[in-house]
């Protein structure tokens, strides 16, 4: 485990012999043990990039001076829509190394969408009105899920395999690479803990 990906301990348990599809579930933890909504949980593997395939009809607008969604999850390859439905211009850009490109004053929708084609976080601001910030997160597999108030998501239909278990919050410092941690997945279920502790939790 990698304390710079902000992983302090990882519980993990599999059941079952290697044979069909299976779920597993994962509790993501802030600071103090408290459950962490919002976290994006995913499972990578060799086997998992290449199931791969783009989302359709993807946007992330701007609203309100807002990114909406805030946190916007896509697979690898998908073209995104980045729709002003503000009456004042806005002129988005990003400069992560997953996604650097810019987007000058606009009102409306741009002519092109933007396609994601590596994977990796992304934040995104305006050049106009700093205090707006967003963030695509580009995956390369199709097993991923953001967790509820109780800080659990359920990951369904998971081949059996060896897999990277990778857990992100938006809250995490800037440029810190999400946490990982191994994970074995057998025929019927395997369970995960993770703890996030640079992310506060629900008290």
């Not at 043990?33 to 992330?60: H, I, M, N, T, Y």
């Not at 607008?61 to 990114?67: G, I, L, S, T």
């Not at 994977?119 to 991923?144: E, F, K, R, S």
């Amino acid at each position: 485990m990698r304390a710079a990906a902000g992983l302090l301990a990882a519980a993990l348990w599999t059941f079952g012999p290697a044979a069909g599809a299976a779920t597993v579930q994962v509790e993501v933890a802030g600071a103090g043990g408290r459950p962490l909504a919002g976290a994006v949980v995913f499972l990578e593997s060799p086997a998992a990039a290449a199931q791969v395939r783009p989302l359709k009809d993807v946007e992330l607008a701007q609203a309100q001076r807002r990114f909406l969604p805030e946190v916007l999850l896509v697979t690898r390859g998908t073209a995104v829509d980045f729709p002003n439905r503000d009456e004042v211009r806005h002129h988005v850009y990003s400069f992560s190394p997953a996604k650097r490109f810019e987007l000058k004053l606009y009102i409306g929708r741009p002519a092109n969408p933007v396609v994601f084609d590596m994977p990796g976080v992304v934040v995104l601001g305006c050049n106009i009105h700093d205090d707006m910030v967003g963030w695509v997160l580009v995956l390369d597999t199709p097993y991923y899920g953001r967790t509820d108030a109780a800080g659990r998501v359920v990951l369904r239909d998971v081949p059996p395999g060896d897999y990277q278990l990778r857990t992100w919050h938006a809250e995490l410092p800037v440029g810190e690479p999400p946490a990982a941690a191994a994970l074995a997945v057998g025929r019927e279920a395997a369970q995960a803990r993770v703890r996030l502790p640079a992310v506060a939790g629900r008290p």
